[in-house]
């Protein structure tokens, strides 16, 4: 029987376990694998499901993330695959731009691939990307670049920085996230990576207690805009420090001459926690 799938995320961060052969990890080049999910029904039920833990009002359309969870399968299938050269726990998810060229409807049937690229040095380690495409009868209507770094010794000089995003002042709602957060977003989304779960699951890996999901926090940021977004938008943010559950984010979104800038921070500090941007296509 094959191992469940996130018990297979997981042992190569087991020390000793992580050097047996089949699962130790090498560090070398990204595999040319494309994989894939053809004719994925976006079901009402699911949708609302989604909504619901991610602040979204129901209606006839899927939010502009939620292809994301649809694609999240591929994201730790090729993460696992024996060829791939790094842990899928234990990797960092530095970024995720989003393309929605028209709003998916409820009731269609959704095809996605998804391929990694762009391994290079990063100011803290190595960053790569991974791209999906999602089409309905073969007209593009979704992509997404989840770019994910792997923390050692970086370039500081000349390694990749990253997406300059506008930092601004959070004036808006301080949003309360229960201690059960990821357990929720887990849920629906299939991403029960055990930093999100519960106080000793995290501090297992490293963490005083759970955080948020970054997709979730994400989310929850395009929902607040939700009504002010056009159909086709692009949507990107950079994650930055951890929100630990339970918790408290203020939100706050400045108008710029093609979208919006928005951020979501620590009430007490200002530090930032997500920065982000959307752009009119």
Known sequence: MALPVMLKAALPAVPGVNQLPGIKKTGGALPDLTLSRDDVLVERSEVERYAAVCGFPNRDVAPVPYLHMLAFPLHLQLMTDPRFPFPAIGSVHLENTIVQHRPVAVGETVSLSLTADNLRASTKGRAWDMNVTGTVDGEVVWESVSTYLRVGKGDKEGGDPGIALAAIDAKGPVWSLPGDLGRRYGAVSGDRNPIHLYPLTAKALGFPRHIA???????????ALENRLPDAVRVEVAFKKPIFL?????FGAEANSTGWDFTLVNPKTGAPHLLGRTTAL
């Open 213 to 223: 999901h970054g997709m979730w926090s994400k989310a929850r940021c395009i929902a």
């Open 246 to 250: 339970p918790g408290k984010a203020r």
